[in-house]
């Protein structure tokens, strides 16, 4: 998500909107100019802001539900055996009716286990709040009865876009923000801190920060621009802590608009259990007619070079060759 001005709620999309929604998430995509076939959707209609995690055998994708002006009240979860067929496991956490402290602009979720229970961070109404279920699919309870974060003139950002992060020692991690981004040492009961928030905002940062660890070194991945333009992308730096300092590289835009895939960003990252293949969840504007508010969620290859850089992304290209078996996840 991005700032926007807290304006009445608008009305609902009417029929209008719902055929252009059947259109979009047919397999009918057309070529655009360059004569680049967009890619189909990894999940059916208006999804973004996807944050996606493998618990056991099972790939599991937690997407904003997109409604106009980003007046969402819930949130979703899908699953895939092997991140080409994913089934809807139906709505987890419905602000409307599951909160005390907040009804509207639900967005951008993060989610991680811990001691067997599922702690599900979230965004609503420009406040954090966290969820705990003891199942993947929920559903999820407000433990906290109030927000866990709460916007602070001494912490200047957007109080959204949590990102939930357990390190290699056992230190876990709450990180959020837009415009700046922090970082809190969560306790072990996942619904508390110790100590303050810690800024860490890179250049250019303006959102939904996610975190990998490969061969000893940090990731830090986020959105630059608006989420409403067309150059909504991805970028990232590294660092020797999962608390910085970030260092940028050269050439750090790894996904970015082309052909028909505008507003490419808002994005999380799936390791296959057991070994070095990677692979990036993002969304981008709808095709065909999509805008900031109408989104889609997409998935492709991320790779590495030989020296540890994350490689560009091309949105234009298929995940897997056609008749993949996919990524099935493996005991080792």
Not at 134 to 149: N, R, S
Not at 180 to 205: Q, V
Not at 235 to 246: D, E, N, Q, V
Not at 278 to 305: D, V
Request: glycine residues 8%.
């Amino acid at each position: 998500m991005c700032y926007l001005a807290l304006n009445p709620i608008p009305k609902a999309l009417g029929l209008l909107a719902l055929a252009s929604a059947l259109l979009i998430n047919s397999t009918a995509f057309a070529a655009d100019d360059s004569g680049s076939k967009p890619l189909a959707p990894i999940l059916e209609g208006y999804t973004a802001d996807p944050h996606a995690a493998v618990f056991g055998d099972t790939y599991y994708v937690y997407p904003t539900s997109d409604k106009a002006e980003w007046q969402t009240t819930d949130f979703s979860c899908w699953s895939s055996k092997d991140l080409i067929h994913w089934k809807n496991e139906g709505m987890v956490l419905d602000v409307t009716k599951d909160l005390k402290w907040a009804k509207i602009r639900a967005w951008a979720p993060g989610i991680i286990e811990r001691g067997g229970k599922y702690y599900f961070y979230f965004c609503a109404e420009q406040k954090i709040g966290v969820a705990v279920s003891d199942q993947p699919v929920g559903k999820f309870t407000d433990p906290l009865g109030a927000p866990l974060i709460v916007p602070s003139k001494e912490y200047p950002c957007q109080t959204i876009d949590p990102f939930p992060y357990i390190d290699d020692d056992g230190q876990a991690y709450l990180y959020y923000g837009q415009g700046n981004l922090y970082a809190r040492r969560l306790n072990t009961d996942m619904i508390s801190f110790a100590g303050d928030p810690i800024k860490l905002t890179p250049p250019r940062f303006n959102e939904a920060v996610f975190i990998i660890k490969r061969q000893g070194r940090y990731y830090f991945m986020w959105s630059e621009n608006d989420a409403r333009d067309a150059s909504y992308q991805v970028a990232y730096g590294t660092a020797r802590s999962a608390l910085g300092p970030i260092e940028i590289p050269p050439n750090n835009v790894i996904l970015q608009q082309k052909g028909a895939a505008k507003g490419t960003g808002h994005h999380a990252v799936i390791q296959v259990p057991g070994t070095d293949r990677w692979y990036i969840i993002y969304h981008r504007h709808a095709i065909p007619n999509g805008n900031g508010y109408t989104r889609q969620t997409c998935l492709a290859r991320m790779e590495f070079s030989a020296d540890g850089r994350i490689l560009p992304v091309d949105p234009t290209q298929p995940a897997f060759p056609e008749n993949s078996p996919g990524e099935p996840i493996t005991k080792r």
